[in-house]
Nanobody
Framework: QVQLVESGGGLVQTGGSLRLSCAAS????????LAWFRQAPGKEREFVAA????????HYAESVKGRFTISRDNAKAWGYLQMDSLQPEDTAVYYC???????????????????WGQGTQVTVSS
């Protein structure tokens, strides 16, 4: 079983950048697909980005494509979300999620992940 802890959130101005980190513990991290979701106040949690267990495949929500980059370091058991050109609509609590996978596939719904971090707040001021 993998445990996840996010960090790196904060307050940033429009157009700025932040790098979120997801520290994983447990021996199966390199066998897990990893994803980032976010939830804004009054809204449902939504998919942001996912990366396959080897890091060879990534998938992004249209709203962040070209601005956000997901990556991972299996040797160190860390996942990352580099967020550039941030906009006020990116304000949300960001969650790291993982699920053991036998293939390089990823999921894009929260039901497809069974391990979650506690979340980290990202606030983009206009």
């Amino acid at each position: 079983q993998v445990q996840l802890v996010e960090s790196g959130g904060g307050l940033v101005q429009t157009g700025g950048s932040l790098r979120l980190s997801c520290a994983a513990s447990g021996r199966t991290f390199s066998s897990c697909a990893l994803a980032w979701f976010r939830q804004a106040p009054g809204k449902e949690r939504e998919f942001v980005a996912a990366i396959s267990r080897s890091g060879g495949y990534t998938h992004y929500a249209e709203s962040v494509k070209g601005r956000f980059t997901i990556s991972r370091d299996n040797a160190k058991a860390w996942g990352y979300l580099q967020m550039d050109s941030l906009q006020p609509e990116d304000t949300a609590v960001y969650y790291c999620a993982a699920r053991y996978r036998y293939t390089e596939s990823v999921g894009t719904t929260d039901a497809q992940y069974d391990t979650w971090g506690q979340g980290t707040q990202v606030t983009v001021s206009s």
